[in-house]
């Protein structure tokens, strides 16, 4: 996936700010065009002179070489003024010059990783907690790596090939009948033990199926909460009615909604949460608000204190969010977003949130690691099932035995990252963003 050459991108976050970097690697002759004085490859910072058409701009750079640079190659940080034209223009001379190419997403980890610099491991984390957008993701990533998955399948794979060296050895020796190097039901019973163990490795869940229709989001909150002002917020429109008194909304409003990437949802604004149903109609309005809260894609926890305490009915994790944020806490939000609907305030971050927890916006990092995993460890699992269904035979067919062992072992190689990991690095990488 690593194309050779030397590579160039801003490493900062878009937008103006007092200073920016941009990140080279490669090799240093094919950035030499760019200064004026000549770049040496020692290891340090200082000050240089960079050619932009006529113009001449200071920046300091900061090189550091082969091998013990981040990516393994020698490489240049550069340091500018960091407004968003100067910065466009330095990445535009850097990758026009001969042999220059701009960063493909991940491109300077996975050139850390082919160098040797990283393990997969170490890629993978690097990978996660940037795209991790909040902490629920983070904690889901790091519950993953934890897991030592790639240990583990070392340890599976090798319990596999042991087995299957066995099985070939009866291959190889099968015209000596007193030869037999591993009797069926011995097979069985170790590819058992692998089963059980890869058995507790896979989520419960079978892989999702693809979602039809438009996914349920729905505003979950206290009353007065400012939940029917958000609504009317992202649906555009004075759909729902707003008060100050609480218990406003009573019945589900529903409308559709279109997400940043042109995705749609139905956005659901119900009543508000209260501690105790006192009578009759409250308690219906209540089972009915809980009953949308559990069957929606995706909740929107809504609290202006940013406080977030009590469980929603239903088991559902929500996108906690801190409402009315024109309006100072004492204490610090534990929200994912927070946002003014009066104001507009963040609400494209809101709306990119919830097309992530609405499952629209592609899967998270740490999701696609996971989903790929888990898919090999399920494949993994079919072909040692198959193999001791086999040997379980009344006339063990070894071949086939030895081929379903070794398509076993190409798919937890996969999570070992020992054997041709291209696609998982694929993966991983994609997900990154350009300049990392
Ligand atoms: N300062 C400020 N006030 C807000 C904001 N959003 C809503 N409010 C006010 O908060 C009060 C309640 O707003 P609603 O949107 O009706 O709240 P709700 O959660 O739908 O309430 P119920 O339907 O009763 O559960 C109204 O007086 C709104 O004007 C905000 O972002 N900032
Ligand atoms: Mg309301």
């Excluded at 003014?340 to 629209?360: E, K």
Aim: one cysteine or more; hydrophobic letters at 45%.
């Amino acid at each position: 996936m690593t194309n050779p050459g030397s590579i160039a991108s801003s490493a900062s976050a878009p937008g103006s700010a007092p200073r920016a970097v941009i990140r080279l690697s490669g090799d240093l002759a094919d950035f030499q065009p760019l200064f004026e004085e000549e770049i040496q490859p020692s290891r340090g910072a200082r000050f240089v002179t960079l050619k932009l058409g006529e113009i001449r701009l200071r920046a300091m750079v900061v090189v550091t070489v082969a091998p013990s640079s981040y990516t393994g190659e020698d490489s240049v940080d550069l340091f500018i003024p960091g407004g968003a034209a100067v910065v466009s223009r330095v990445v535009r001379e850097i990758v026009e010059l001969p042999g220059v190419r701009q960063a493909g997403a991940g491109e300077f980890t996975a050139r850390a990783y082919t160098n040797g610099k990283l393990t997969i491991d170490q890629a993978k984390t690097v990978a996660a907690t940037i795209a991790a957008e909040n902490e629920a993701e983070l904690a889901e990533v790091n519950r993953l790596m934890n897991q030592r998955l790639g240990e583990k399948a070392m340890s599976w794979a090798s319990e596999v090939s042991e087995c299957l060296a066995l099985v070939e050895a009866g291959i190889d020796f099968a015209d000596q009948e007193d030869v037999v190097a591993i009797a069926p039901k011995a097979l069985s019973d170790r590819l058992g033990l692998v089963l059980g163990e890869l058995g507790e490795h896979v989520s419960g869940d079978e892989p999702r199926e693809s979602r039809t229709g438009v996914p349920r989001v729905v505003l979950a909150g206290e009353p007065s909460a400012g939940k029917s002002t958000l609504f009317n917020a992202l649906v555009g429109k004075q759909r729902s009615v707003v008060d100050e008194a609480p218990g406003t909304t009573r019945d589900a409003i529903a409308e559709i909604v279109e997400l940043p990437g042109g995705s749609r949802i139905e956005l659901v604004d119900l009543a508000g949460l209260e501690e105790v149903a006192d009578n009759q109609l409250s308690s219906a309005i209540f089972q009915r608000t809980a009953a949308e809260i559990e069957a929606a894609d995706a909740v929107l926890h809504c609290d202006p204190n940013g406080v977030f305490e009590g469980e929603l009915p239903g088991a559902q994790s929500a996108l906690r969010v801190r409402t009315k944020a024109d309006i100072p806490i004492a204490h610090d939000s534990r929200a994912d977003v927070d946002v003014c609907a009066l104001d507009g305030w963040h609400l494209d971050d809101l709306r990119s949130a919830i097309a992530r927890a609405a499952g629209l916006a592609g899967p998270s990092a740490g999701g696609v690691i996971a989903a790929r995993f888990d898919s090999a460890i399920r494949d993994a699992m079919v072909h040692i099932q198959s193999a001791r269904r086999l040997a379980e035979a009344p006339e063990a067919q070894w071949e086939l035995i030895a081929g379903e062992l070794r398509l076993a072992l190409d798919e937890l190689g996969v999570i070992s990252g020992r054997i041709d990991p291209d696609e998982v690095l694929g993966l991983i990488f994609q997900t990154f963003c350009i300049g990392k």
